[in-house]
């Protein structure tokens, strides 16, 4: 047979019983296989229409589908149905009508060829009967006693509901079926705090784990129960509810589990069935380059636009809080955690409220109302960039003497960015002064960087300072 007459139809083909406006067919396989639906824009009920060039299999639309969005299942996805299949002579050989209707993977060759390729261009809801010649049915050879050899076949499946079946891992350990579908497009990170509700149970049914009613929070990249909560969650939207099957390699391994205070035990080498909702979640942010101080957002902020490092700060606040403000949008609600070394570090402090220890970590909840953002340094003029590295120098200055060595060479390194390209100042007294601040701060840095034993840095602030 020429692999061509099996192409379904497309716009492009002028075949007698299509409408070119109103039907288009792509596949989504790129090897023009047989993976992807159609897209199918049928408004017509009770039309006729060939989905396969060869005429191997037609559809004709019973009802339309009640989905708002048109949306078609693909192979791997599970699918259930209504059906009732009859011979040319109108003989019923078989119906789920007056049982329980019929569940399958789709695409992966568990029904007839002509299924596989017919429902995959149904919409939820929808009702059409599909005329299946013999070699995408059951051929020469039938279906004995119900299904005569090399004979066609009607069926009338109604598309009740499909569930999206995905490898999260590509190795078959976690298999995901969606059940609800999540909203917006974001999937959380590594790095960020998720809340989630489960139950986790055996094949059997047997309960293994269940979240408390107000879910459970941890860490992506920590993970939660067993290593296939933390690869599941990355790849869910918030809201979206899926059914897991965990092979033992993301479960509990091939040696499984003892009961564990409220939990049952694990056998040996056992599947899980795992329902996981992911409620919400939390992104976390590093905001020193060192990884010390990170802050979980809580309300997510308006724009794109955050504070620079010349926007005005009213009260004077530890380091860690200005490093974590300068990464704040408008509207903005986070919660920082600051340790010593970024906050009050061995002093005693005391505040507004209450005496703080030396030597304390801090957390603030931290809301960004607004702020009036300082010119960038490309938007400076000469003398202004001049100013303002100066400025800068003052603050490090101030920094160094209270023995802040670290905040104080990041005070240097700031003001140096300003006058960093000589070739921006007029010539003169203008460009003398960039030149003679320049090689100041670099300096100042390069002292600050040799008191906490950072040589390399050191050896490149100099070289840069004499070269």
């Known amino acids: ?270 599947t899980l069935i795992v329902d996981l909702e992911l409620v919400s979640w939390n992104s976390v942010e590093i905001v020193t380059d060192d990884k010390k101080v990170i802050k979980k957002i809580t309300k997510k902020g308006e724009s794109y636009e955050k504070p620079n490092g010349g926007s005005t700060v009213t009260n004077q606040v530890v380091p860690g809080l200005e490093e974590t403000l300068a990464t704040m949008k408008k509207g903005e609600v986070c919660i920082v955690m600051i340790p010593p070394e970024y906050g009050f570090e061995n002093e005693e402090k005391q505040c507004h409220l209450a005496l703080v220890p030396a030597n304390s970590t801090l957390t603030y909840e931290v809301e960004m109302i607004s702020f009036v953002k300082a010119k960038d340094s490309w938007d400076l003029d000469g003398p202004q960039k001049i100013a303002a590295a100066a400025k800068k120098k003052d603050q490090g200055n101030d920094l160094f003497k209270k023995g802040k060595l670290f905040f104080a060479a990041r005070k240097y390194e700031k003001g140096g960015r300003h006058v960093e390209y000589e070739s921006i100042f007029a010539d003169g007294d203008e460009k003398n002064d960039a030149r003679s601040l320049k090689m100041t701060l670099k300096l100042n840095e390069a002292a600050c960087r040799l008191k906490l034993n950072s040589f390399p840095e050191v050896v490149d602030l100099t070289s840069k300072v004499y070269s």
């Open 1 to 270: 047979m020429d692999p061509d007459d099996e192409r379904l139809v497309t716009k492009e083909d002028k075949i007698e019983d299509v409408r070119p406006k109103s039907f288009r067919c792509e596949m989504h396989d790129k090897s023009g296989g047989e993976d992807g639906p159609p897209e199918l824009k049928m408004k017509e009920v009770g039309v006729e229409r060939k989905l396969l060039k060869n005429g191997g299999l037609t559809k004709t639309v019973v009802k339309h589908g009640t989905c708002k969005h048109p949306k078609s299942p693909l192979s791997g996805d599970e699918v259930t149905v209504h059906y009732t299949g009859t011979l040319p002579d109108g003989t019923v050989f078989d119906s789920t009508r007056d049982k329980e209707p019929f569940t399958f993977k789709l695409g992966v060759g568990q029904v007839i060829r002509g299924w596989d390729k017919g429902v995959k261009t149904m919409r939820k809801g929808e009702q059409a009967v599909f005329t299946v010649q013999p070699q995408y049915a059951y051929g020469k050879a039938g279906q004995p006693p119900g299904i005569p050899p090399d004979t066609p076949l009607r069926f009338d499946i109604e598309l009740l509901s499909w569930c999206s079946v995905k490898d999260v891992c590509r190795d078959g350990g976690v298999m995901k079926k969606i059940v609800r579908e999540g909203k917006s497009w974001e999937t959380p990170k590594d790095s960020d705090e998720v809340k989630v509700n489960y139950e986790v149970k055996l094949e059997d049914g047997t309960l293994i784990s269940k979240s408390p009613d107000d879910g459970v929070k941890f860490i992506v990249e920590e993970g939660w129960l067993c290593p296939a909560f933390k690869h599941a969650v990355k790849s869910m939207k918030i809201e979206e509810v899926v059914v897991l099957m965990v092979q033992p390699e993301y479960g509990f391994g091939i040696d499984g589990r003892e009961a564990k205070d409220s939990e049952g035990p694990v056998p040996l080498n056992a």
